[in-house]
């Protein structure tokens, strides 16, 4: 037999179809672009057709493709299931995007929770702010992202939410008659507008001490004196810092998981409610 399907090219062809394109085929599967369309041409030239084809910006499948990917999972469903009852399977990986104000709250739950439910599988983490996070998402970088949206809007489709509270330094006092001087994250961010519509619902002046890029950096500023942060809190706060007195309540930030295009519904709904699960158990 001349003509042979094999596995790799395969997998390239399924990871295009559940992930919409070449590009967030070739991020999820960790090899280049060229790498991905040379698999595809690998099998468009055993099965003597095109199996994608140009649709205005975008792409589809010819109806040999659908032919050709119905096989495809087939064989790959069969492929990974003989070499994980033969004990040669590689440790399957989970990548989970979570904001850095989020993780600092949630990670260490979650992840003893997950490596609980998945104990099969690598978890590691990558920590960033969410428009990045979306970004990662929409080009495959993460399988799952879990985020924060301080404004606590659409609560009905989130998994659940924090606590949003004014910290400061042990020290530091509120200004009787001068701004209050805020420590915030640069933009993009959804804590910074939901801390000032809180100020100035109640006519409270304020002005912007510090901005920071990062979670320790904000840490550090609100701890030195230089003004009080607005930040979702879950269990006890870090050394050096406590909640601020004299300051008007703020609302919850809804907290949501979203998945890469093509990534596996059932990982999806248990890590949701891996996520469900800490948020109730440390509220």
Known sequence: MSQILDIGPLRSVVAVADCGGFHRAAAVLHVTQSAVSQHVRRIEAVVGGPVVERSGRGMVFTVLGHRVLGHARRILAAHDAALEDLGAADQRMLLIGATEHGADVMLPALTGALRDRLPDWRIPFRLDRNVSLADSIEQGLVDLAVMLDGS????????????????????FAVPASQPLPLVIFAEPCTLREP????????????????????????????RSGLGVALLPTIGRLPDGLCLAEGLPPANRASVFVRGRTGVDADMLTAVEQTVRDVLVEQA
């Open 152 to 171: 606590g809007w659409d609560r009905s489709n989130a998994s659940g939410s924090v606590e949003l509270k004014w910290i400061s330094s042990r020290s």
């Open 195 to 222: 801390a000032f519509a809180i100020l100035e619902k109640i006519g409270l002046r304020y002005e912007i001490a510090a901005e920071c890029s990062d979670l320790s950096g904000l840490y550090a500023a609100v």
